[in-house]
Structure formats: structure tokens, C-alpha cells
């Protein structure tokens, strides 16, 4: 898994500066995949210990891996965000705590910090064969089987052994774990009427678009890797962030935002 977070890592550093409209969030991005990739490495290196998947009994080591990633996002983050981490650097341990509990029970896409402080424990947990438990997750084929979480972004791959509608990755927000979805459904309703799905991209992001349903009105990027192998789908989605703007301005809201926030 850390060479998972170093191929998101130098994908981020590649595409940053020749980013059209997001170098800035991809500057970003990067100095907090290097962040997170530190998390887990402090995690998996904790001696002595293994993720029970029970974040509540976890904690303790959990909030011990904090302070480097706040000290990042201090430092490279939005104003708000370098504000809020300043904060939490100060804050009782305790306090953190609680949001990360607050987050565990009931996710959501605009906690930054519980989401980004959560997804590199989540994958240690799964990397060392644990599975989350103490929370509710929502159960169904829109959700990460592992967690519960929502879908982040959906990618195309070549799958040999796979018929047509098998060879569509939804990845999760929560976890960052991937798991296949039908190709031709909403990944927010289940929508499967293909005039009520439709699909947007731009000659600026080739591999990118944007997949929208017009029964729920959200909409979830897809970066197609057949095009672009070398494409990392979490990274190319924040790259094409000129895409959400169009889908937003055409009434579209996305399921889950990113950790960019957008
Ligand atoms: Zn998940
Ligand atoms: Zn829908």
C-alpha cells in the first residue's frame, strides 16, 4: 500500500504544473497525500499494534498520528483550513477525538480533517486484514462493501476476465478502496434508463468526465484508463476540476466532494 500512496503522490507532483485551472488544489493535494501516506506509515509502524477496526478503541495511537499531517495542512492549506488546523494543533487531544468519533458514526464530505485523517487508518485497517466495526454503514451496491462509504470517483479499466458491464471501479471516499459497479447505472440512485444518464467531457481532460443522471441530479467524475493507464483516478479527478464547475452550473451535484473540497 505505500506504493499506492506514492503513485497518487507523483501523479499529483506531475500534473501540477501543467494544471489548467487546479494547480493550486493539486499543490495542495500532494503535500496531503505525502501527509496521509505518513499517517499509515505511522500506523503500520507502530509497534506493538494493530488496527482492531474499532476506531473508538483505537483512538489513542490514531490521534498520536496527527500532528504532522495538521502541521501540513497549517502550512499548505486554504487560509481556513491552515486557520482550523492551527486550532486543532493547540486543541486538547480530546477534541479531535470526538470529531473523528462524530465522523466515524455519521460521514460526511465537508468534515476535511475526519475524512483526511480517517482514509489512511481505514486502509491500514484493510491493508492488515481488520474490518471496520462500531459503525453504522449503509448497506447496497452504491456503497463500499468494506465500509460503507460513498463513491469519490468511478474509473474504466481493461478487465480480461470480465464481461462489458463488469469493467466499471467505483473507488471510495471513506476508505479508498475500489469495488465494481455496472457500468450504465447511477452511482447515486441506481438510475439505469440510459436517457436519463448523461455523460459530458472536454477535449482538455480526454480520460475525464463527467457522469450525471438527470433522475437524482448528482453526478460522479469517471476517468477512463484505457485511454490514460498511467492515470490515478483520484488525482486526475481533482486535475479536472473545471469539469465540476460546468456540471454544477448545469444544476448537477456531486455525490461525494473530494478532499479539495470540490
Ligand atoms: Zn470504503
Ligand atoms: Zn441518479
Known sequence: MTEWWDKQIQRADHLAPKANGSKELLEFYAQLLR???????????????LPSGDLEHDLPVVVNALPGFLRVVESCGPASLAAEAADLSQADPQVLAERLMMYW???????????????????????????????????????????????????????????ESGNRDLICATCLSSWE??????????????????????????????????????YIKGVDLTRAGFAAPIVDEIDAAPLDLWAREHGYAKIELNLVGV
Do not use: M
Not at 193 to 208: M, T
Open 181 to 218: 459497479f455496472r457500468r450504465v447505472v447511477c452511482a447515486n440512485c441506481g438510475e439505469e434508463r440510459p436517457a436519463k444518464l448523461g455523460y459530458f467531457h472536454s477535449p482538455e481532460f480526454d480520460h475525464v468526465r463527467i457522469e450525471a443522471c438527470d433522475t437524482c441530479k448528482h
Open 105 to 163: 458514526g455519521n460521514a460526511s464530505d465537508i468534515q476535511f480533517f475526519e475524512k483526511a485523517a480517517l482514509q489512511p487508518y481505514l486502509r491500514w485497517v484493510a491493508d492488515s486484514g481488520a474490518r471496520p466495526v462500531g459503525r453504522e454503514a449503509a448497506v447496497g451496491e452504491r456503497f463500499c462493501p468494506f465500509c460503507g462509504g460513498s463513491p469519490q470517483v468511478s474509473f474504466l479499466q481493461n478487465k480480461e476476465t470480465t464481461a
Open 35 to 49: 501527509a496521509q501516506k505518513n499517517i499509515y506509515e505511522f500506523l503500520r509502524g507502530h509497534k506493538h499494534w
